[in-house]
């Protein structure tokens, strides 16, 4: 016990003599620590920001039948489809989302024909609850359905005039149902033209119970994500094609990727430096103590106890320079994300393990040439001022 006492006041007295020197590599190694913090915080937020503004945007693929029908039309004008209907089995496409194993929202789709009066409407059945997430920008006039009710396209509602709270009888080849008009949607698009019902409902009406025209999927982005979930489900669904709704999510991901790759490739160059300074310093450091070092081995201090003097000075100066980079770092990062990314601050604990080891990876090994010097030295050279 009093050996490692002495020890620690030996390190303590050998750090505060050269005051100058170890509040030099104190600097260094906090720098490094906080640039690679700082770049970790703020990558990790981007892709954050990343994946909620893509989520603004909707489902990011869709999953269709291999033989899919084509509607021919334009805004509320339907001509009628090309091509015989095609189905995608619910059961089937549910396994293989819990088989592929991704974290997505997904939404379940059966577009068809209804009839209104003397009428065809295009009609598609949907889950509620799944659209309400998937698709934010839509426009509600009403409130969302409940059991028994619809919604109904802006372009429709005025054609047709109907009105919230009115209910419409809407006939199928397979049944006729009343609903109630519970609401109204605007979205500037396809979707103004449609009359949207539960899931269930359309698929008595059309007589295809089980089955679905449609999966929009919204899977989240970063690395290769989306073209791998892509793949993955066009694999997995016999008779079903994936692909993507736009280019938005894809061109966010590459974005992403080169932002990332970018700031890494300064972290390294910046880490590199560092260590560079570090062992340049401890070098001269050594050769400045060369005659205390011989000493010491010429007073019986082992080679042993002599590597332990010098690798506990790099190993505190690690630890100190690392809590402090990412104590710097979180700060440098808090200004980043407010003014160019006008975000609030975020301090991340799971960052701090990382700052210390940066700075204890730069300390040991920006000294291991020199504790090889500390070993190799001879004392009787030393004393000499050889």
Request: proline share 4%; aromatic share 4%; charged share 20%.
């Amino acid at each position: 016990m009093a050996m490692w006492r002495w020890r620690l006041h030996l390190l303590a007295r050998s750090l505060s003599y050269r005051r100058g020197r170890t509040l030099l590599l104190l600097a260094i190694l906090a720098m490094a620590s906080s640039l690679a913090t700082s770049l970790g915080i703020v990558s990790s937020c981007m892709e954050r920001r990343v994946a909620e503004e893509v989520r603004r945007f909707g489902a990011n693929l869709v999953i269709t039948p291999e033989n899919s029908r084509v509607t021919v039309g334009s805004g509320g004008l339907n001509f009628g489809l090309i091509g015989e209907p095609a189905y995608l089995e619910r059961r089937l496409v549910e396994d293989a989302l819990q088989r592929s194993g991704l974290a997505v929202d997904s939404s379940m789709h059966l577009a068809g024909t209804l009839r209104l009066g003397g009428s065809d409407l295009p009609a598609e059945g949907v889950e509620f609850a799944a659209v309400r997430g998937l698709f934010p920008w839509w426009q509600i006039r009403g409130a969302w359905p409940g059991e028994g009710e619809v919604l109904v396209g802006s372009t429709v509602a005025a054609r047709e005039r109907i009105a919230i709270g009115s209910s419409i009888s809407l006939a199928g080849v397979a049944g006729t149902e009343q609903v109630k008009v519970a609401g109204i949607v605007t979205t500037g698009g396809e979707e103004d033209g449609i009359v949207y019902l539960p899931l269930g409902t359309m698929q008595r009406l059309i007589g295809e119970p089980g089955r679905v025209t449609m999966v929009r999927l919204l899977v989240g982005v970063g690395g290769d994500r989306l073209n791998g979930a892509r793949q993955s489900l066009t694999r997995l669904i016999p008779g079903g094609v994936t692909r993507e709704v736009r280019q938005v999510a894809r061109s966010s991901e590459s974005l992403l990727a080169k932002v990332k790759l970018l700031m890494a490739m300064v972290t390294v160059v910046v880490l590199i430096s560092a260590g560079s300074s570090v062992a340049g310093t401890m070098g001269s450091t050594v050769l400045e103590r060369g005659r205390e070092i011989g000493l010491m081995k010429a007073m019986g201090g082992s080679r042993r106890g002599v590597m332990l003097l010098f690798g506990g000075e790099a190993l505190l100066l690690g630890l100190a320079g690392g809590g402090a980079g990412y104590l710097l770092g979180s700060g440098i990062a808090a200004f980043v994300m407010h003014r160019v990314f006008a975000a609030p601050p975020e301090l991340l604990p799971a960052f701090l393990p990382i700052s210390i080891g940066v700075g204890l990876l730069l300390s040991m090994a920006g000294s291991a040439g020199p504790l090889v010097s500390v070993l190799r030295l001879d004392p009787i050279v030393s004393l000499r001022g050889e």
